[in-house]
């Protein structure tokens, strides 16, 4: 299964956007890129998902390499209610999410 | 949207009880998911259910055991709790096939004394 790396830990000024990177090289040609987050004491909750081109929806954009050995979570207009933890995962082609430790970001006034 | 949830947010149990832990989604998904999350080693799958009666093992099924007799429904069960299995429980549940989507329920954080 493809593993992946992600920064500890980030800081964002509010109002900007934070760009969380994502490295994943083993990554094989069916597995999808996701993106939860998960704020203190919650559940996970999703964010985005994508397999090679760029993804966009209310939440987030999501930008995958053209290699997809990488990607970039992109929070446009980062807010304190997005200080959370955000796990960069890529599925296997069962029905199992490898979740890793995350990057805990946080967002500063 | 999607609507999953869990019994109890906070338990408090004795070694050697028998604990149910219960999930119930309105979404009709076929697929749901027991995970437990302790600090620095991420969510790790317990066991999961493709569909009703049907059960996988994941990565960490030693002490535990799940029922699945409902669509809607399913409960993780610990044989005999131990200090070892305090722990956050998480249960999440997705359609049917290998890309959907995972949706999570708040969860439970579980003490066992």
């Known amino acids: 299964d493809a593993k992946t790396t992600q920064p500890p830990s980030m800081d964002c000024a509010e109002g900007r956007a934070a760009n969380l990177p994502c490295n994943h090289s083993?990554?094989?040609?069916?597995?999808?890129v996701y993106w939860y987050r998960q704020i203190h004491s919650q559940g996970p909750q999703y964010i985005i998902h994508?397999?090679?081109n760029n993804e966009t929806n209310e939440m987030a954009s999501l930008i995958i390499t053209e290699d997809r050995k990488s990607s970039t979570l992109i929070l446009p207009h980062a807010t304190l209610r997005d200080t959370a933890v955000y796990y960069c995962?890529?599925?296997?082609?069962?029905?199992?999410?490898?979740f890793g430790t995350g990057t805990s970001l946080t967002v500063i006034p | 949207d999607v609507k999953v949830t869990q019994s109890s947010r906070y338990l408090v149990k004795r070694t050697g009880e028998k604990v149910f832990l219960e999930c119930v989604q309105d979404?009709?998904?076929?697929?749901m998911f027991w995970y437990r999350q302790d600090p620095g080693l991420g969510l790790r799958l317990i066991y999961f259910?493709?569909?009703?009666?049907?059960?996988e093992k994941g990565d960490i099924p030693e002490g535990y055991s799940v029922s699945r007799e409902k669509k809607e429904r399913f409960s993780l069960i610990l044989e005999s709790a131990s200090t070892n299995q305090t722990s956050m429980y998480l249960c999440?549940?997705?359609?049917?096939?290998?890309?959907?989507?995972?949706?999570f329920g708040p969860g439970t954080r579980l003490l066992v004394l």
């Open positions: 999440a549940s997705s359609l049917a096939g290998p890309q959907e989507t995972q949706y």
């Open positions: 979404m009709d998904h076929e697929n």
């Open positions: 083993t990554i094989s040609g069916n597995e999808y």
């Open positions: 995962i890529v599925r296997n082609t069962g029905n199992q999410f490898y």
């Open positions: 259910s493709y569909d009703v009666k049907m059960k």
């Open positions: 994508g397999l090679k």
